[in-house]
């Protein structure tokens, strides 16, 4: 069973396309796209565990230069 979250980013003024094109490089990143509104980028993730998703968002998506917070919205399924 794998967990899909939705982390939403906020960048740096003008880092928001390069956010987006260095996350979509990261394993487990199934999508990075630039969005208007309180975010500038909202990434889908997927990893084999929450404490993966955790991992992944910790040291890889908060690792890209020119992100100052990000957000993440675990999917349930109800």
Known sequence: ?????????????????????????????????????????IVKAEATSLDELGKLVVSQIQAVEGITRTFTCPVVNL
């Open 1 to 41: 069973m794998s967990v899909t979250a939705y982390v939403l980013i906020q960048t740096e003024v003008g880092k928001a396309i390069s956010v987006a094109e260095h996350a979509r490089k990261i394993t487990g990143v199934q999508s990075a796209d630039d969005v208007t509104g309180p975010y500038d980028v």
